[in-house]
C-alpha cells in the first residue's frame, strides 16, 4: 500500500499579512471612480436620437457579507400603446418590431463599451491589493 507524507517547513506569516491587507483596502474609491468612468463611456456609446438615452445612465455599489458589486443602470423606458414598458437600452441591445410590423436589429453597444472598464477594474483593484 502507497502512502503520502507532507512535510511544511516555515510560516504563513506573508499569507496572513496579505490576507488582512486585503480585508483592510477601501476598494469603495476604486469602484466609485470606474463607476463615474463607466456612465460618460456609456453616455458616450448611447445611440441619440433625442439623448434621452444616452443621459439616463447612472450606477450603485452594493455590499453584502459576500460580495460588493458595481451595477450601471438606464432609467429610460417607453410604453408601448398595450400599457407595456420597456427599458430602451434593451431595446436598442436585443432589437425591436415596430408599429408597422418591421424590425429593427440591435447593437450590442454596452458589451462593447464596458469590456475594457472591466478589465481595468479587475487590474486596478489586483495592484490596490497588492501595493503596499
Known sequence: ?????F???GH???TKRFLKKALGRDYFRVLDEFGKKGVILL???????????ASSWDYVISRNKKYTTISWTNSNTVTN?????FNVVI????GHATINGGW?????????????VFDEIANKLWAELTTE
Open 81 to 85: 400603446s398595450r400599457g407595456y414598458e
Open 91 to 94: 431595446l436598442l441591445m436585443y
Open 12 to 14: 504563513y506569516e506573508k
Open 1 to 5: 500500500m502507497a502512502s503520502i507524507k
Open 7 to 9: 512535510k511544511q517547513i
Open 43 to 53: 453616455q458616450n456609446a448611447t445611440p441619440k436620437d433625442s439623448g434621452k438615452t
Open 104 to 116: 429593427v436589429e440591435g447593437y450590442n453597444f454596452v458589451d462593447e463599451t464596458m469590456r475594457p
